[in-house]
């Protein structure tokens, strides 16, 4: 199973986007109950390339990189993917991730999500909304939202652009839902009605599907 990130709408460890991604994992929790795990990840996954983790001379040369780091990626990177073999939805609540390219060259080939907020008026009130303490960090969030803006929509697999939070969790659901029967085709021969025929039907322009097996 091909774990699943979620960026945006700006950077993690402020309220909104924390605030935005907890209630998606919430909604997911509940729609994917007992097909779902949640995986914190602390470490700094965007430094699992595959040059570096699969060539070991190479780790000499990623001067920036501390060899406990390494280790500690690696750790996260075998622990992600014992659980992806569970078989179960693997969503990562990943610290350190922010922009699409910094996975681009890890060998977790996740299904990447950006939570979009098309208007920057919206995300300036929302982050004025949480009070002083996120009013000075108001730039360095609006920069980070815009620089999210500018990448390439090829990027991400599913773009969460709706107006309403709900509308965006929905979406979502719909597109993991795709994703679980044609990765269970079992349970899609024992369950003919299921929902796969309805969510392909519905599928949007803003995302599309790919599966991977290991």
């Given at each position: 199973?091909?774990?699943?990130?979620?960026?945006?709408?700006?950077?993690?460890?402020?309220?909104?986007?924390?605030?935005?991604?907890?209630?998606?994992?919430?909604?997911?929790?509940?729609?994917?109950e007992g097909r779902v795990s949640i995986?914190?990840?602390?470490?700094?996954?965007s430094l699992g390339k595959r040059s570096?983790?699969?060539?070991?001379?190479?780790?000499?040369?990623?001067?920036?990189?501390?060899?406990?780091?390494?280790?500690?990626?690696?750790?996260?990177?075998?622990?992600?993917?014992?659980?992806?073999?569970?078989?179960?939805?693997?969503?990562?609540?990943?610290?350190?991730?922010?922009?699409?390219?910094?996975?681009?060259?890890?060998?977790?080939?996740?299904?990447?999500?950006?939570?979009?907020?098309?208007?920057?008026?919206?995300?300036?009130?929302?982050?004025?909304?949480?009070?002083?303490?996120?009013?000075?960090?108001?730039?360095?969030?609006?920069?980070?939202?815009?620089?999210?803006?500018?990448?390439?929509?090829?990027?991400?697999?599913?773009?969460?652009?709706?107006?309403?939070?709900?509308?965006?969790?929905?979406?979502?659901?719909?597109?993991?839902?795709?994703?679980?029967?044609?990765?269970?085709?079992?349970?899609?021969?024992?369950?003919?009605?299921?929902?796969?025929?309805?969510?392909?039907?519905?599928?949007?322009?803003?995302?599309?599907?790919?599966?991977?097996?290991?």
């Open positions: 199973m091909r774990p699943v990130v979620l960026i945006g709408p700006s950077l993690k460890g402020y309220e909104v986007t924390d605030m935005m991604q907890k209630a998606i994992f919430d909604y997911l929790k509940h729609r994917f995986l914190r990840v602390s470490a700094d996954i570096v983790l699969n060539n070991p001379t190479r780790r000499v040369v990623e001067k920036s990189i501390a060899r406990s780091s390494l280790a500690e990626v690696q750790r996260e990177i075998d622990r992600i993917f014992d659980s992806a073999r569970s078989m179960r939805l693997i969503v990562l609540d990943a610290d350190t991730i922010n922009y699409p390219g910094q996975l681009a060259k890890t060998c977790l080939a996740p299904i990447v999500v950006c939570i979009k907020i098309s208007s920057q008026k919206v995300l300036q009130r929302l982050i004025r909304t949480r009070g002083k303490s996120q009013m000075k960090h108001l730039t360095v969030q609006m920069v980070a939202a815009e620089k999210l803006a500018a990448c390439n929509q090829e990027l991400f697999d599913v773009i969460l652009d709706e107006n309403k939070l709900e509308d965006a969790c929905e979406h979502l659901g719909d597109y993991l839902d795709t994703y679980w029967h044609a990765t269970h085709p079992e349970n899609t021969r024992a369950n003919p009605m299921s929902s796969l025929s309805k969510t392909a039907s519905n599928s949007t322009s803003g995302s599309h599907l790919q599966v991977f097996t290991r």
